[in-house]
């Protein structure tokens, strides 16, 4: 009985044995398949930023180009750093104010004969609120008042500006060529008043005698204080009469900076701190003693040229033009100042203490009692001298 028990559970497990391994089997298979599906699995896409199991730190991508900048705006954070250079302003036609960095001459005029405000006693320049500096009655530029037709008539030009009130860029350089410009193409004044900014106020002078001045006067006078500030502006004033005499005669003088003269269209006077701008040659001239402060290591300042002979006929019809031009302002100091007589040729004049010629100032109607505050060479005033007096 035992024998047979034992060879039954023999018989029973042998049996049984191929479904255990049958289980085993299916369970190693399902196990293989798990592991492999865990160990190949397909990776995701492949991360560039990492080598094997280190992590390299790789830069980000770049970012898209931003547009061009505008102005000095920032550029991106992420964007090298760069240095922007902004572009250049451009002028506009409209109202601007004029800009101050002009170029400044300091050998013309030393520092110390310059004073920042109001000049101290002394320094020859006439203080912008004496008598015969303003506008109107009593201007060394002028009076608003006619003289009954048979005076000086000026107007008044703004070179650094455009009748809409737009900078030029004006400078002392292009004022010189300019000049050249208007005296070579016959003295078009009409192509000025429409490529400059011209008064609206007309003055009318006796005479041209102007003693050295700020240059913010010469707007003053004619009404532009505040629109025009000083240099690189112009007054051209004319003259007609008839000629009370035949004779020889000269105007000299000098302008700071340009005084050009003509008389019935040709030129006989170009005097002034810049080289002639006609072609005018300078030659008899009477130096600047007369200079209460003279300006050191240029005796030519101030200094009286003689012009070309002209000859009148009485009862010639004569038309006189002058020119009146300030350049450098100076940083707004700048001076000018005009002085123009009328000479006989051949005429031998008196000289003061220091040897300067006492000339007569042309003055179209007698006025014996002409004075002029401040710097300027001496001059005479006689009734006899006048274009319209006694002669």
Known sequence: MPKNNAQQQRSNFLSRAPYAVAAILLHLIIFVLFATYVMFKAPAERDTSTFGQVKIALPPPPPPAPPAPSGGEARAALEPALTVVPPPTVETAISAPVP???????????????????????????????????????????SSGSTGGNGFAGYFYDLKQTPDHAPTGMDADKEQVLLKRFFSEG????????????????????????????????????GLDGICKPGYWCAIYHLTFT?????????????????IVR??????????????????????????????????????YCQTVVGTSFHLDMGD???????????DPADGRGRCGYFLFLLRDGQDYAKDTQGNPILPILQVQPNSNLDRPGDHPPFTSKPEDALLGPH
């Open 243 to 259: 000629a009370t005499q035949s004779g020889d005669f000269r105007v000299a003088g000098y302008g700071d900076d340009f005084l």
């Open 263 to 300: 008389v019935n269209g040709s030129i006989v006077l170009d005097s002034g701190w810049y080289p002639p701008v006609t072609g005018f040659s300078r030659q008899t001239i009477y130096p600047s003693t007369w200079l209460k402060h003279p300006s050191p290591g240029h005796p030519e």
């Open 317 to 327: 019809s004569v038309t006189i033009d002058a020119l009146l031009g300030d350049a």
């Open 100 to 142: 101050t960095t002009f170029t400044v001459n300091a050998s013309k005029i030393p520092m110390p004969n310059l004073p920042a405000l109001a000049p101290p006693q002394g320094t020859g320049l006439a203080d912008a609120g004496a008598s015969g500096s303003g506008q109107g009655v009593g201007s060394v530029f002028g």
């Open 187 to 222: 003295w078009n004044e009409e192509d000025w008043s429409k490529r400059f900014l011209k008064g609206t106020t007309q003055l009318f002078a006796n005479e041209l005698m102007v003693p050295l001045r700020f240059s913010s006067d010469g707007p003053k006078a004619y």
